[in-house]
């Protein structure tokens, strides 16, 4: 995780800065390289032209994000508008790998350091802390600690306790910054009037460290440094510090410091997982339906108290642990499980439990309560990390398509829910069935595609094509010029797995999207109702 941040001058970079162009609409960028600097040149439809010096690299694991500064009119170093995604050893629009809408130009993105730094960087605790202390009433900004994402019951209580010392620690990092010394006293009012000057002064300069290093999980970890036998806290310490937490202990302790930055569901996209709406703070929002929401949807369900990220992950891997995750999804990696489960550590338990054969794929643990349906970085459907059952109302009743279908692709959702019903003891209204899926004769998957929204349709859409359902190519081919360019890239990835190929330029104009489209399946592709209201979308 070091290199999550990089100097473009020193970084080894994989992105074609050959000259390689790439074209959106009507616009162009270029990416050429002159002595030891990166540059990329933006050209308009209009006939303008900007270069941009590279000056960092972000991420580096799936894809590589860049910013850089106007080489004329220097300034801030703000967010380039292309990455280079490694799965497809090509560029694409930056911004494209969450649910925003389309863009109409190429155009450089805001300050970098707005909207990537805290996350992609280590960063002081203070300035991470502020928006817990402020409350509510804070102006939103990057790398607030993540409580505000979960509902009430499932928060960290962070208090002042001595007010001095706090306001003391305050004006010390304002100071630093370059800020106004503050002139409030009580503790919420202080941490909000700071958080105005974290929002506009926070830049490279007041990093505690490029990249996320040490500190960025462990803390300061003074302690420790000058004697190993003192293990480090992984939650907030500070003289004026309390942090209480209803399901405090060393996992949960170890999952919020993940969840730190990997709580993403700041795309305006309306929609989450259990039937929910990103605007449901307070009354269950739901889970992401893409990468980097993992940590947040961990503390949402039933093992995070007892069982930290790292019993799966290694943060310390350099990424290097894709064999061994693919190992926890199957039986053998039901080991991780059963230090707390381990009523169904014998094959006959496990088989009574899970109604599937204990050495096949429904034997692993995680085949029905980790079940694969987020939109992967890397164009692959990921694991969910909300941990609960397949039989959980809330996504049997709230959420297209039944979890079960992921791997019975042939079902109907009748047919599913009886089955379910007949193992377990739930029982699902019929009628709320037929809502969601037009009947209940109807194929989970299929009906998904007819009737489901967007981040649905992209899973029913992976889970046909691997299938090679080709009776599907009618209902999937409309998501081709869809409102959402994400859902695009999903519609063209498993058209092309099922036709054998999909020859579609998603930079393209819409109309010579729709023609591509068209003449990719064999009739002509219309636009589909949008799924929700436009909104301003940020970027990623």
């Known amino acids: 995780m070091h290199r999550m941040t990089r100097d473009a001058r020193s970084a080894e970079i994989r992105a074609p800065f050959d000259g390689t162009t790439f074209r959106f609409k009507g616009d162009a960028v270029v990416l050429e390289q002159r002595g030891g600097d990166r540059l990329m040149r933006i050209e308009t439809a209009a006939g303008t032209s900007e270069t941009y010096r590279v000056t960092r690299v972000i991420g580096g694991r ?34 494209y790998s969450v649910m925003v809408h389309e863009r109409d130009g190429l155009r450089a993105g805001p300050a970098w350091s707005r909207t990537c730094i805290f996350c992609h960087n280590t960063v002081p605790e203070m300035d991470r802390l502020l928006g ?157 339906h893409i990468n980097s929401g993992e940590g947040r949807d961990y503390l949402l369900g039933g093992c995070s108290g007892a ?50 054969d204990p050495e096949g794929a429904g034997g692993a643990c995680i085949a029905c309560h980790m079940p694969r349906k987020n939109m992967g970085l890397d164009g692959a459907l990921t694991r969910y990390h909300r941990i609960g059952s397949p039989t959980d109302p809330a996504r049997v009743l709230g959420d297209r398509p039944l979890e079960c279908a992921l791997c019975h692709a042939d079902r109907t959702a009748g047919a599913l829910a009886s089955t379910m019903e007949s193992w377990w003891p739930v029982r699902y209204p019929r009628q709320r069935l037929e809502e969601l899926y037009g009947s209940l004769d109807a194929n989970v998957l299929r009906a998904t595609l007819e009737r489901g929204k967007p981040h649905e349709q992209a899973v029913a859409m992976a889970v046909l094509a691997q299938a090679g359902a080709r009776d599907a190519v009618p209902l999937i081919a409309p998501s081709l010029v869809g409102e959402y360019p994400l859902i695009r890239e999903w519609a063209k990835r498993s058209l092309a797995s099922i036709l054998g190929r999909c020859d579609v330029d998603l930079a393209a104009t819409d109309a010579v999207l729709r023609e591509q489209a068209s003449r990719c399946v064999g009739f002509a592709v219309g636009v589909p109702a949008p799924a929700g209201g436009k909104e301003e979308d940020p970027e990623d």
Request: charged share 25%; net charge negative.
């Open 62 to 95: 799936t894809r590589e994000d860049f910013a850089g500064v106007d080489e004329r009119a220097g300034g801030e170093e703000v967010v380039l508008p292309v990455s280079y995604v490694f799965a497809t050893h090509a560029l694409r629009y930056k911004g």
């Open 132 to 288: 817990a202390i402020g409350g509510p009433r804070s102006h939103g900004y990057q790398g607030e600690q993540v409580d505000a994402w979960l509902s009430p019951d499932r928060r960290a209580r962070v208090e002042v306790t001595d007010t001095a010392a706090f306001a003391h620690d305050v004006a010390s990092e304002l100071e630093r910054l370059g800020g106004v010394q503050p002139r409030e006293q009580d503790p919420s009012r202080l941490a909000r009037e700071a958080i105005d000057v974290v929002r506009n002064a926070f830049d490279g300069r007041a990093l505690v460290e490029e990249g996320i290093g040490c500190e960025a999980c462990h803390g300061g970890a003074r302690a420790h440094a000058s004697n190993p036998a003192v293990s480090p806290s992984f939650l907030p310490t500070a003289s004026w510090l309390r942090v209480t937490d209803a399901h405090a202990g060393p996992a949960e302790a170890i999952n919020r410091v993940c969840a730190r930055c990997h709580q993403v569901l700041f795309s305006r996209y309306p929609f989450t997982w259990e039937g929910g709406r990103r605007e449901q703070r307070d009354h269950g929002a739901g889970g992401s």
């Open 307 to 356: 069982m930290a990220c790292t019993a799966c992950h290694d943060p310390h891997g350099g990424g290097n642990d894709r064999e061994s995750l693919q190992a926890l999804g199957t039986p053998a990696g039901n080991r991780v499980c059963l230090g707390c489960h381990s009523e169904f550590a014998k094959p006959d338990a496990l088989r009574a439990h899970a109604h599937h």
